[in-house]
């Protein structure tokens, strides 16, 4: 039965897959400007058909991607095949100029406490990255690193975000999307901010009592940063000081003196947990730590003191 | 005998021109506090390395005009500051400050950056 489902389930996605290919196949022909004639059109329909056939008889699944791939291919005219050769080469070229400026951009502040959130996003990388790998959340705004430095080439490398710009997603999102990771042998790590995990803490419990392995590295910037340029912006136009200076920030922002020591907060609940680190140098050997555990089918969090963004 | 009114006029002059220049020179140290205090490091980090949520500020910030020109003016998602809120005498400090701050690291230099 299993067995069954299993083939039934393969084959719902390989149609799925084929589809996709067949849109990308003919996206690509119209926007190389080639418009095959509708007597070229009927062939390439007909053969994708055959390969449903063949899907639909559920042979040989595997074997037909590359076979419609390769047919679509030689359905391209010569000087298309040049020109979207050409195109490749001036988009490499500017894929390759974009991650250098990447890359620069990540070294400034490289060395700053509080920590650089580039520097805690590749930290964190140089720890996970040769196991099978699985980044549930990043909440806050760590300006996007992970996505911008980090190889995604897994549909679960990167789970997403919230939709809505939710504050209070990440906690309890990563937690789930462990769980689901963990009978699939996955690592799950999640940059997890203050401000979230106030949200709803009592999801560590959660994933401390059923056991779910989660590495939690912390944005903890120690304050509610999404909401400070629309306060500084009323402010502005009112002609009033919206920062107070000190530990206060923009009104209502701030999420410090008391600092909250999460770390505790998750020790508290059953994790593992160190923090805060300040330090970037001593940041690398704690994560590492904190990844042993993990493997060792614990939750683990890391309480990381970084800069706003 | 006649030099000296001439070299204390100098002197005078001299004095003048150091006293106003000591005044009105921007102070890198104050600069940093006023870039905590107002807020400005929310957005470009605290040495102005800026994130999704605001441009790089420094290492080699924009000219001083154009850069309190801006300020005053940004009609972007920065609200303008207007001198009520943020003194010229703020702002040439901060500029100051960010004047300071030193270059990023060769990103080929860092190990993490090239994994």
Known sequence: MTSLRNQLDWCVKAQAILGVCLAFALGLFYVCGYRPSSHRLADLQMEIQHKRRQLNDNTSQVAVLPALIEAVKSAIPNDRKAAIEKRGEAAKKAFAEARERTKQAAALAWDASPI???????????????????????????????????????????????????????????????????????????????????????????????????????????????????????????????????????IGTSIENPDIEYHKLAESMGWWAKGPIK?????????????????SGQPALVNVWTQPR | MRFVPVSGLAALAAGLVLGCGGALAASAEKGKTAFVQHGCWQCHGFQGQGGVTGPKLAPEPLPLETFTAFVRTSNRTMPPYMEAILSNEDLADIHAYLETLPKAPDPKSIPLLNQ
């Open chain 1, 116 to 250: 650089s959130t580039a520097r805690l996003v590749m930290e964190t990388f140089a720890q996970i990255k040769g196991l099978d790998w699985s980044l549930v959340a990043s909440s806050g705004n760590v300006s996007n690193w992970p996505n911008r430095l980090w190889p995604m080439e897994k549909h679960y490398h990167w789970l997403g975000a919230s939709g809505g710009y939710g504050v209070g997603y990440g906690a309890p999102a990563s937690v789930g999307a462990a769980l689901a990771n963990r009978d699939l042998g996955r690592f799950s790590v999640s940059i997890q901010s203050d401000g979230d995990l106030m949200y709803a803490p009592g999801v560590l419990w959660t994933a401390a009592k059923h056991k779910i392995p989660l590495l939690a590295v912390m944005h903890n910037n120690r304050g509610y940063h999404q909401e400070v340029m629309h306060v500084q912006r009323l402010s502005n136009f009112r002609n009033r000081v919206a920062s107070l200076g000190g530990d206060m920030g923009p």
């Open chain 1, 279 to 295: 330090d970037p140098d001593q940041l690398g050997a704690v994560i590492k730590e904190a990844v042993a555990v993990v493997k």
